[in-house]
């Protein structure tokens, strides 16, 4: 596969309080017709994050036609698991209403953070969203120890289907947390059941993070694009069967840094879906969301 970057989309710089920097985790949902909401997780000054939107048309994507006024999602009450910031994971559509499952996260004192796993819920077509609890829906556990991260959740019939981000150790510098890919399974979407097991693995001892899955399902299987990192962000990219056992094909992925740009030192974070027999990508640059998100499309039409 071969992608061809449109350019750089969004990138706040100071717009309000609450949307002082970065533009990460872009998540699409499709509105009507060639209008797209793009969902994004921003920080204020002190680096706490909340979770907002653009809108564009996909013809013209890099032309924002309108800019949330207000976050979706702000950093939960003092001494919840979200209280320093939440994250944008995926959003799931269920007739009208819409599921946003997100990473809720609070400063740590032996560690640097403690991540969780949140989910708010839409009843009015993504006008407004509230959490179904203050406590999370996925947590520290047995399976899970550290902390977890960056939800992709799709409902697959009938069943609910996760692959999420959770460490399986810490340690005083930053390629000591050796942060992976993991799988969950609900019946409703709120119950989950979880067995630990790691579902992309890395391939050098040099791989010590894995984030941020996007999952969609075709005809013969399930695609997956993710973010990895030994020094620094790149997109992978890995096939499946039935969702659980994956094959990497990194090398196939087709999009890599552009030097001198926004994305020259690192991307990461894509999101990839379809529109009208077209396959395109959303993804971030520099330094974690900072210089904000771009596009791509696929060449050729080559899925």
């Known amino acids: 596969m071969n992608w061809k970057k449109l350019g750089n989309v969004f990138c706040p710089i100071a717009i309000n309080e609450w949307m002082h920097s970065h533009a990460a985790n872009p998540v699409v949902d499709h509105l009507h017709d060639d209008l797209f909401r793009i969902y994004f997780s921003t920080r204020d ?10 809108e564009i048309d996909i013809n013209n994507p890099l032309a924002i036609l309108n800019i949330a006024e207000n976050p979706v999602l702000k950093p939960g009450l003092t001494g919840c698991f979200d209280d320093s ?3 944008i994971g995926s959003i799931v559509r269920i007739g009208s209403m819409r599921y946003l499952f997100y990473m809720g996260w609070n400063l740590g004192v032996t560690v640097p953070w403690r991540n969780a796993i949140g989910l708010a819920i839409s009843k009015d077509g993504g006008q407004t969203y509230e959490r179904i609890s203050l406590a999370p ?14 939800p992709w959740v799709i409902h697959d019939n009938g069943e609910w289907r996760m692959w999420y981000g959770s460490n399986l150790t810490w340690g005083k510098a930053q390629a000591d947390m050796y942060h ?7 019946l409703d979407g709120y119950q989950w059941q979880r067995d630990g097991k790691v579902v992309i693995e890395p391939d050098s001892s040099n791989e010590f993070a894995f984030a941020r899955p996007c999952v969609i399902k075709i005809a013969d299987g399930y695609r997956m694009w993710y973010a990895y990192r030994g020094s620094a962000y790149s997109i992978g990219y890995a096939e499946s069967i039935d969702g659980q056992a994956w094959i990497r094909k990194d090398n196939e992925v087709g999009i890599a840094t552009s030097a001198g740009q926004w994305d020259g030192e690192c991307i990461e974070y894509p999101c990839v879906f379809d529109h009208k027999g077209v396959r395109y990508m959303l993804y971030c640059g520099n330094n974690y969301g900072q210089s904000g998100f771009g596009i791509a499309v ?4 080559e899925y």
């Open 298 to 301: 696929m060449d050729n039409n």
């Open 137 to 150: 829906i996925m947590d520290r556990s047995d399976a899970d120890p550290y902390t977890l991260s960056y």
């Open 85 to 87: 910031g939440c994250s």
């Open 45 to 54: 000054a002190d680096k706490r994050s909340s979770i907002a939107w653009v």
């Open 180 to 186: 992976m890919i993991k799988m969950a399974t609900s």
